[in-house]
């Protein structure tokens, strides 16, 4: 499989024209592809109008949840951020606290503001020790004082179920019943499906008995008979055609909204422009599981423009007579690429036009017969009019542009809203560069003297070429997004490189510190982290337990290790370090084995990371999905994706020193 080539289930399913053809096969579509003869466009509208009676025909459908009160919102959801827990612009890690008024300002400048965030909160951390999904929820300080912030500042909220974490501990419990208590005692909004299309009923039930106006947003296709209870999806790795197609699961339910998201994309003008013209939604992913995925500024404005006018048409996007890829486009513009959809609601019409090639078009976009009224572009705010010749205006190169007409008998609000619109200037941004950041290492401690770090061993100093192994999942290893426009990634597969490292001479400790050893060093010095949750949650009564004291001492983050360390005049090893010395004679690893934290955290401003290495005896049932556990050779390197609020401080994690 080319990964950079979409699979035969990406690809859009074409639309048989033929007479009394059988349409029941898109069905299980995602997008329902258009001609590439416009010639052909007439009959293909017939033919979507055609399928959608005998859909309703073939799919018994109740769309009466979508009238619960509660849960409204979610068809207005236009913009949803897909966010890391520990995000730097959610979570401050120096002054170990939330900041969603931080993120939220971000949101806004750069995005036009989302509605609703799912907060990504274990995964690619899960699985380093027995703690489950429900668990990483569970034992966040703080975590409900953040929901409620993020409800104020207008935002909805989601939490991520993992129905493959069956390898962890097992709760008493069944997942329907924890995720039901969760979502009661957090507040919670929405329940994202991760790898799921569709939740199991009986996991529906269990968690709208506990909240009724609970809504769920399944992974990719959703099958019809699903899309009653799932008001949400995600439009995800698909192909389309050149002239935009239509989204199956939102023509059978226009109350349904799919989110459009190509998470490693570069260029998001694909999934803009079909949400633009589906009158669908985006998701906006800048952290992909650590790997730094950050949107271009052309693509960014034409989200700040796409919403609000979303946002204040929404009625007539969800209840107006839609018209896809309309007729009234000219010849002229439509070989230039400009495409566009109608929406009539009462005496407002909402024309929503995009530009499929590079440059701008200034032209003719429009003729149409409705000249009585205000016409407002409401995404530039450039005044237009509309006469015999049509709408004369410019659409962006790879952008969007919408047109409203206001009729004399519209209302006031309406017309106030539009007149708001189509007069606030958002001119449209072009650079398409994409704004590299790659991770930094911090730089390791300058080591002043002798080290007391007890029996090591010698490093030489010197050139070296290391192989380094490594687990890809979707968090990459170092600076790297893994997955660079790939339509469908090949997950988990394990990876081989080659470094080329420098290293000074150094000595690295032959053991990792011990419990009794960091008892020592709490009596000498009285430390005391500033963030105490989880710290040497092990030991009884603030001492290590009976038979443990030479054990390796875990339950203890970075800082935790630096601080030790450097009260033993030396520091921690990096990654490359520890690799070498793992070959030399007189290195060992204590027991029970742990995973030892090395001096290589890495930052690029949205995330940290730092590197493990050695295993440890823990494994979880399916690990390709997990952290990989039991013991491992010096090569194999894991990118620990660093959270806070002690939750760094695992079983399974311990430390060695050097000097």
Same mark, same amino acid.
């Given at each position: 499989?080319?990964?950079?080539?979409?699979?035969?289930?990406?690809?859009?399913?074409?639309?048989?024209?033929?007479?009394?053809?059988?349409?029941?096969?898109?069905?299980?579509?995602?997008?329902?592809?258009?001609? +590439?003869?416009?010639?052909?466009?007439?009959?293909?509208?017939?033919?979507?109008?055609?399928?959608?009676?005998?859909?309703?025909?073939?799919?018994?459908?109740?769309?009466?949840?979508?009238?619960?009160?509660?849960?409204?919102?979610?068809?207005?959801?236009?913009?949803?951020?897909?966010?890391?827990?520990?995000?730097?612009?959610?979570?401050?890690?120096?002054?170990?606290?939330?900041?969603?008024?931080?993120?939220?300002?971000?949101?806004?400048?750069?995005?036009?503001?989302?509605?609703?965030?799912?907060?990504?909160?274990?995964?690619?951390?899960?699985?380093?020790?027995?703690?489950?999904?429900?668990?990483?929820?569970?034992?966040?300080?703080?975590?409900?004082?953040?929901?409620?912030?993020?409800?104020?500042?207008?935002?909805?909220?989601?939490?991520?179920?993992?129905?493959?974490?069956?390898?962890?501990?097992?709760?008493?419990?069944?997942?329907?019943?924890?995720?039901?208590?969760?979502?009661?005692?957090?507040?919670?909004?929405?329940?994202?499906?991760?790898?799921?299309?569709?939740?199991?009923?009986?996991?529906?039930?269990?968690?709208?008995?506990?909240?009724?106006?609970?809504?769920?947003?399944?992974?990719?296709?959703?099958?019809?008979?699903?899309?009653?209870?799932?008001?949400?999806?995600?439009?995800?790795?698909?192909?389309?055609?050149?002239?935009?197609?239509?989204?199956?699961?939102?023509?059978?339910?226009?109350?349904?909204?799919?989110?459009?998201?190509?998470?490693?994309?570069?260029?998001?003008?694909?999934?803009?422009?079909?949400?633009?013209?589906?009158?669908?939604?985006?998701?906006?992913?800048?952290?992909?599981?650590?790997?730094?995925?950050?949107?271009?500024?052309?693509?960014?404005?034409?989200?700040?423009?796409?919403?609000?006018?979303?946002?204040?048409?929404?009625?007539?996007?969800?209840?107006?007579?839609?018209?896809?890829?309309?007729?009234?486009?000219?010849?002229?513009?439509?070989?230039?690429?400009?495409?566009?959809?109608?929406?009539?609601?009462?005496?407002?019409?909402?024309?929503?036009?995009?530009?499929?090639?590079?440059?701008?078009?200034?032209?003719?976009?429009?003729?149409?017969?409705?000249?009585?009224?205000?016409?407002?572009?409401?995404?530039?705010?450039?005044?237009?009019?509309?006469?015999?010749?049509?709408?004369?205006?410019?659409?962006?190169?790879?952008?969007?542009?919408?047109?409203?007409?206001?009729?004399?008998?519209?209302?006031?609000?309406?017309?106030?809203?539009?007149?708001?619109?189509?007069?606030?200037?958002?001119?449209?941004?072009?650079?398409?560069?994409?704004?590299?950041?790659?991770?930094?290492?911090?730089?390791?401690?300058?080591?002043?003297?002798?080290?007391?770090?007890?029996?090591?061993?010698?490093?030489?100093?010197?050139?070296?070429?290391?192989?380094?192994?490594?687990?890809?999942?979707?968090?990459?290893?170092?600076?790297?997004?893994?997955?660079?426009?790939?339509?469908?990634?090949?997950?988990?597969?394990?990876?081989?490189?080659?470094?080329?490292?420098?290293?000074?001479?150094?000595?690295?400790?032959?053991?990792?510190?011990?419990?009794?050893?960091?008892?020592?060093?709490?009596?000498?010095?009285?430390?005391?982290?500033?963030?105490?949750?989880?710290?040497?949650?092990?030991?009884?009564?603030?001492?290590?337990?009976?038979?443990?004291?030479?054990?390796?001492?875990?339950?203890?983050?970075?800082?935790?290790?630096?601080?030790?360390?450097?009260?033993?005049?030396?520091?921690?090893?990096?990654?490359?370090?520890?690799?070498?010395?793992?070959?030399?004679?007189?290195?060992?690893?204590?027991?029970?084995?742990?995973?030892?934290?090395?001096?290589?955290?890495?930052?690029?401003?949205?995330?940290?990371?730092?590197?493990?290495?050695?295993?440890?005896?823990?494994?979880?049932?399916?690990?390709?999905?997990?952290?990989?556990?039991?013991?491992?050779?010096?090569?194999?390197?894991?990118?620990?994706?660093?959270?806070?609020?002690?939750?760094?401080?695992? +079983?399974?994690?311990?430390?060695?020193?050097?000097?």
């Amino acid at each position: 499989m080319n990964s950079l080539e979409p699979r035969p289930i990406d690809l859009p399913a074409r639309v048989d024209l033929g007479f009394r053809a059988d349409l029941s096969f898109l069905d299980d579509a995602t997008v329902l592809g258009a001609p +590439e003869d416009a010639a052909d466009l007439p009959r293909w509208r017939a033919k979507l109008a055609e399928w959608l009676i005998g859909a309703y025909e073939r799919t018994p459908y109740d769309g009466s949840p979508y009238d619960h009160p509660g849960r409204e919102w979610a068809q207005t959801a236009y913009s949803v951020a897909f966010a890391w827990l520990w995000d730097d612009l959610l979570y401050d890690a120096a002054g170990a606290r939330f900041t969603p008024e931080r993120f939220v300002r971000h949101s806004i400048e750069q995005f036009g503001g989302h509605d609703a965030i799912v907060l990504q909160h274990a995964y690619p951390v899960l699985g380093i020790d027995s703690r489950n999904q429900f668990d990483f929820y569970r034992d966040v300080p703080g975590l409900r004082r953040l929901v409620d912030e993020l409800h104020e500042h207008g935002l909805k909220v989601f939490f991520g179920y993992h129905p493959w974490d069956t390898g962890t501990r097992r709760p008493a419990r069944s997942d329907a019943e924890e995720f039901a208590a969760l979502v009661t005692e957090y507040a919670v909004d929405g329940i994202f499906l991760d790898t799921l299309a569709e939740a199991d009923p009986a996991f529906v039930r269990a968690v709208r008995a506990a909240n009724p106006a609970i809504v769920f947003e399944g992974e990719t296709r959703l099958p019809m008979a699903r899309v009653g209870d799932h008001p949400l999806s995600w439009a995800q790795w698909f192909g389309d055609t050149h002239a935009p197609g239509v989204l199956r699961a939102h023509l059978f339910e226009r109350r349904h909204l799919m989110h459009h998201v190509r998470r490693w994309h570069r260029d998001h003008s694909d999934e803009l422009q079909s949400a633009w013209i589906n009158g669908a939604g985006i998701i906006v992913w800048e952290s992909v599981f650590s790997s730094w995925v950050g949107w271009n500024a052309r693509d960014r404005s034409t989200l700040r423009r796409m919403v609000a006018a979303q946002r204040a048409f929404a009625p007539v996007l969800l209840n107006g007579d839609w018209i896809q890829l309309t007729p009234e486009v000219p010849e002229k513009a439509r070989m230039h690429g400009i495409y566009g959809s109608r929406f009539d609601l009462a005496d407002v019409t909402f024309w929503t036009l995009i530009n499929r090639d590079d440059e701008d078009f200034d032209g003719i976009v429009l003729r149409s017969e409705d000249q009585v009224g205000d016409w407002y572009d409401v995404t530039t705010g450039v005044p237009i009019t509309a006469n015999d010749d049509g709408v004369h205006l410019t659409v962006p190169g790879r952008g969007v542009t919408g047109i409203v007409r206001v009729g004399a008998t519209a209302g006031p609000s309406c017309r106030a809203t539009a007149r708001r619109l189509g007069t606030l200037p958002r001119p449209q941004v072009a650079d398409a560069a994409f704004p590299m950041r790659p991770a930094e290492r911090l730089p390791a401690p300058t080591i002043s003297g002798p080290a007391a770090i007890g029996a090591a061993v010698g490093v030489p100093a010197g050139e070296r070429s290391l192989t380094v192994r490594y687990r890809r999942r979707e968090t990459g290893l170092y600076d790297q997004a893994p997955y660079v426009d790939a339509w469908a990634p090949r997950l988990h597969d394990v990876r081989t490189e080659t470094r080329e490292v420098s290293l000074g001479a150094i000595s690295v400790a032959a053991s990792e510190v011990t419990n009794a050893e960091y008892a020592e060093f709490l009596a000498a010095t009285g430390y005391r982290p500033s963030v105490g949750h989880r710290f040497l949650a092990h030991w009884v009564g603030g001492a290590p337990a009976s038979g443990t004291d030479e054990q390796p001492v875990t339950y203890v983050e970075l800082a935790d290790a630096r601080a030790y360390a450097a009260w033993r005049g030396g520091r921690l090893p990096t990654e490359d370090e520890w690799q070498v010395a793992a070959g030399l004679e007189g290195f060992g690893r204590a027991e029970p084995l742990v995973w030892n934290l090395t001096e290589s955290e890495h930052r690029d401003g949205r995330s940290r990371f730092c590197i493990l290495k050695g295993g440890s005896q823990y494994v979880a049932k399916g690990s390709e999905w997990y952290a990989d556990g039991g013991p491992q050779e010096p090569a194999v390197s894991f990118k620990l994706v660093l959270t806070g609020l002690g939750l760094d401080r695992s +079983e399974t994690i311990g430390f060695r020193c050097a000097g």
